[in-house]
């Protein structure tokens, strides 16, 4: 009898002994898979994130190498206004702004007005001038909104046109999201136009681009043509702006030219 109950118990200490090594070996698979498992996961997380910063970082040009122009005029219902933004390059932060004369200037130096963040919107924000999808401030001060401004006895509505080169026959118009226009050229044209809500895209006027040309230095063949001859007339300027300075002392007149006060 006890050398029976003896076998029984090396039996089960044998068979309990199999038992926990197959559990171990077991245990030694998943772990290892469990970590792999984990590793991949990781791995997909990154790749989502990176995408993601991928998607909301600046695409394409204007870089911080770049400079760049872009002309513009204002339409009010049925004229061009011939007044320009007010020159806010001295105080820049962006280094998208202008001069006061009726430039665009785009040249970043911070990364958050480049590629697809370097639009109308960054432009009026350096302005410090209200502009969204139904509200325009005028060079002058006033305020338009669409919400209480007529044309010709319509409601009226804000437009964006834009010819993405000079030589661009005919804009894209926007009528909405209209901080997010970007700025993607350089020699853009941009007309403001706030029109009734009838009123014929096909109706709006082209913005002159003289002074941007000249601006840009485009050769003879490419100047636009004007009132007489630019290289004895000087450069076309808009209305409101001053002759460039020049270095150049005045030529002087003979006695027997000098205007006389009679």
């Not at 993405?164 to 050229?185: G, H, I, M």
């Amino acid at each position: 009898m006890a050398r029976s109950a003896a076998a029984k118990k090396v039996a089960k200490a044998a068979s309990t002994g199999a038992g926990g090594k197959g559990a171990g070996s077991e245990r030694k698979i998943l772990f290892p898979a469990a970590m792999v498992l984990v590793a991949l996961l990781g791995v997909a997380l990154v790749v989502v994130a990176r995408n993601q910063r991928a998607d909301l970082a600046p695409v394409g040009d204007p870089g911080l190498e770049d400079h760049w122009h872009s002309a513009y005029d204002i339409y009010v219902c049925d004229e061009i206004d011939p007044a320009s933004f007010a020159n806010d390059s001295e105080d820049d932060r962006t280094g998208i702004h202008t001069h006061g004369d009726g430039l665009i200037h785009i040249h970043p130096f911070v990364s958050t007005v480049t590629g697809q963040y370097a639009t109308l919107g960054a432009f009026f924000n350096e302005n410090e001038t209200a502009f969204d999808d139904n509200t325009f401030e005028l060079p002058g001060g006033s305020v338009i909104s669409e919400d209480d401004f007529t044309c010709n006895g319509e409601p009226a509505e804000l437009r964006v046109l834009k010819w993405n080169q000079l030589t661009a026959e005919k804009p894209v118009v926007f009528t909405e999201d209209l901080k997010d226009v970007r700025l993607n050229e350089d020699g853009q044209l941009f007309m403001f136009a706030i029109v009734g809500e009838s009123y014929n895209d096909s109706d709006i006027p082209r913005p002159d681009d003289a002074y941007l040309r000249q601006y840009l230095g485009l050769s003879e063949e490419q100047q636009p043509l004007g009132e007489g001859d630019a290289g004895e007339t000087g450069p076309l300027l808009p209305a409101t702006m001053e002759p460039f300075e020049t270095d150049e002392p005045a030529a002087e007149i003979p006695e027997s030219e000098e205007p006389s006060d009679g």
